[in-house]
């Protein structure tokens, strides 16, 4: 039977991109969308917003109705319509993808509650290749000792408001993750003027925005004589939207929790 998938935010780039994967994925069908009242995209036909023609199905301004026809919704939106998504997700029983960037800690203790009544699958990068970097940053930050400075680069395209990038804070947790640290301890997220000799232990943020990049990330370990480099650089926002489709198939069903890609891929120890 046929999974219906649901996309907020569905009128941006990332929305479209998964839309267009929903539609064309096997095993699974599209809901619906919607987007904010008002909004230029309301009250059009998602097929003609995607050059495919008109499919009869019109972008919505309710939440709760998209959520309603749904066994699952995705949102890749803001962290204040990911909260209120989170609630209708817990109170109607559905799954819910969040791959929503910039959340705060109140924006993920959200997150647990809902998820104490449906499943949720939250992570930083919905992309299999990054989350297998991820897992092997924790991996290789285990083995290293503390010599090895740790320094994370992203760059991303230059409309991203967030910085850094969820998936560069994400890479950083399990940095230190691997050297059994909080990243909040030993995080530094920016370097201006004379700022003194680096101190040990510490895990270095550096942005960089531009053009359309659509997400590169490197981990260096840098230590005498020899540096470590990790990077993965998605060439296409295709990645992300067919991992959260394939999180949306695998979370549909599952007993309340709050999961993470590595979940969805068996990557967890």
């Not at 997700?89 to 819910?96: D, R």
């Not at 994370?152 to 969820?166: C, F, L, Q, Y």
């Not at 003194?196 to 990049?213: H, N, W």
Request: hydrophobic share 45%.
């Amino acid at each position: 039977m046929s999974i219906r998938i649901g996309i907020v935010g569905c009128a941006g780039r990332m929305g479209q991109m998964l839309m267009t994967e929903v539609l064309n994925g096997e095993s699974v069908s599209l809901s619906g969308g919607t987007e904010r009242a008002g909004g230029p995209a309301a009250g059009k036909d998602i097929g003609e917003l995607l050059g495919r023609g008109a499919l009869g199905l019109a972008i919505g301004t309710d939440a709760r109705a998209l959520f309603q026809i749904s066994d699952a919704v995705i949102d890749f939106t803001a962290p204040a319509a990911t909260v209120a998504h989170a609630g209708l997700a817990a109170e109607l029983g559905k799954a819910l993808i969040v791959g929503t960037t910039g959340l705060k800690a109140e924006h993920e203790t959200v997150l647990r509650e809902a998820a104490t009544n449906t499943a949720v699958v939250y992570a930083p990068n919905f992309s299999v290749g990054v989350n297998l970097l991820i897992s092997l940053v924790e991996k290789v930050s285990a083995i290293l000792d503390p010599s090895y400075d740790i320094e994370i680069v992203e760059m991303h395209h230059r409309h991203k408001v967030d910085a850094p990038s969820g998936t560069a804070l994400g890479l950083g947790r399990a940095a230190a993750a691997g050297r059994q640290v909080a990243l909040n301890d030993v995080a530094v997220r920016q370097r201006d003027g004379i700022v003194g000799p680096r101190k040990s232990g510490e895990i270095g943020f550096a942005t960089l925005r531009g053009g359309d990049v659509v997400g590169d990330h490197t981990v260096m370990f840098a230590a005498e004589g020899e540096r470590i480099e990790l990077t993965h650089k998605a060439q296409s926002r295709a990645v992300f939207s067919k991992g959260a489709v394939r999180a949306a198939r695998w979370a549909v069903g599952r007993q309340p929790g709050l999961y993470t890609m590595f979940d969805v891929l068996g990557l967890k120890a």
